[in-house]
């Protein structure tokens, strides 16, 4: 009897590795993997380099390691991103926030609500036709500058640094604002304008071309801005409090790691995102984001850099009203994301 037992001991222990591969839990299928991801649209205002943090987040997998299935749409322009917000076309926008302002004051039934911050300063750049290593802003007093969206971030910031620089924006030089949202760099190549300001990559090809020159960073001038950040509607935040949780988490492991690796070390992760530009040329705007501090250590969108925000509004003169931070900032989430 005890040779019985003993045999079906040893074939059950033989037939286990067999079973259960040595101990080895047994990986799923691809199958499974995305039937337990739930999927999320994210629209972006624009693709660029600038916001590098999130494409790592996307690049090393973030996402699905939260349980995310992410859709990356480009919407090339905050008011397009806020359209499809707002139509359901996206779930997530990521834009400037005085998008949701414009939106709230205008007296939207359903608020559309910050609740992670990805940059802390402007992205875009000054290009000059030359080398002018004793720039000033003075310099481009009586000159044609092809600027951005009149309402838009990037022109808004840009008329601040001109009126902290005792610079009439109206008066002094003259802005072209009448050119689409990323043409304005082919627009400089072709002789238009005396300056552009040019987020990247469009700044450094105009470099890289011989057609023009950085000459000074709003991001820098401007000082710390709440430049960019992600939104979403108020009823879609209160249905969807895990998956905003886990977008905001994921967004966080992507801004570790940039504070926590080398501008070269970003480019490799991010290059995927960018088919047409080559590895030389993104590590060289990742070291100039990198270099003038562009990323939050976290998404917590402060209520300082708000009104802050609100200040850069009014001076462009288009606030109607002050927006309470309280209606339109939500920093649980990436409050959670550091905890």
């Known amino acids: 009897m005890k040779r019985k037992i003993l045999s079906m001991v040893l074939v059950v222990a033989m037939t286990l590795p067999v079973l259960f591969g040595c101990g080895t839990k047994a990986e799923p299928t691809n199958e499974v993997k995305e039937e337990k991801l739930t999927k999320v649209t994210l629209n972006e205002v624009a693709h660029s380099i600038f916001y590098a943090p999130m ?6 997998g973030y996402f699905e390691e939260e349980g995310l299935d992410l859709t990356l749409v480009t919407g090339f322009g ?8 707002i139509s359901g076309e996206a779930d997530i926008g990521f834009m400037g926030s005085e998008a949701s302002i414009y939106t709230y004051n205008e007296g939207a039934n359903d608020t559309v609500v910050n609740f992670a ?9 000054l ?9 000033t802003w003075e310099d481009l007093k009586g000159k044609l500058v092809l600027g951005g969206r009149k309402g838009g971030m990037p022109e808004m910031v840009f008329e601040y640094i001109l009126k902290q620089n005792g610079i009439d924006p109206q008066n002094d030089l003259e802005i072209n604002q009448n050119i689409d949202f990323g043409s304005t760099a082919a627009a400089f190549s072709e002789g238009q304008g005396d300056f552009t300001v040019e987020f990247e990559p469009g700044a450094t090809t105009l470099e890289i071309e011989n057609k023009g020159v950085v000459v000074a960073s709003l991001g820098v001038d401007s000082g710390y801005v709440p430049y960019t950040a992600f939104s ?3 009823s879609y935040l209160e249905e969807n409090p895990e998956i905003i949780q886990g977008f905001t988490n994921a967004l966080q492991k992507g801004m570790d790691y940039v504070q926590n690796h080398s501008p070269e070390e970003i480019a490799k992760i991010i290059e ?5 530009t080559d590895l030389e040329t993104i590590q060289k705007i990742v070291t100039r984001y990198y270099e003038q501090d562009s990323w939050k250590e976290n998404l917590i969108f402060e209520k300082e850099s708000f009104e802050l925000l609100q200040d850069i509004l009014e001076s462009a003169g288009e606030l109607k009203s002050r927006a309470p931070y309280e209606e339109l900032v939500n920093t649980d ?3 959670n994301a550091v905890s």
């Not at 905050?78 to 917000?85: E, L, Q, S």
């Not at 290009?127 to 720039?135: G, I, T």
């Not at 995927?272 to 047409?276: G, I, S």
């Open 127 to 135: 290009v000059a036709r030359e080398e002018m290593p004793d720039f």
């Open 55 to 60: 494409y790592v987040a996307i690049e090393e």
């Open 117 to 125: 911050q990805l940059t802390q300063r402007a992205g875009n750049f």
């Open 232 to 234: 979403a509607k108020e």
């Open 272 to 276: 995927p995102q960018f088919p047409e």
């Open 333 to 335: 989430y990436a409050k």
């Open 78 to 85: 905050a008011d397009k991103t806020m359209t499809a917000v």
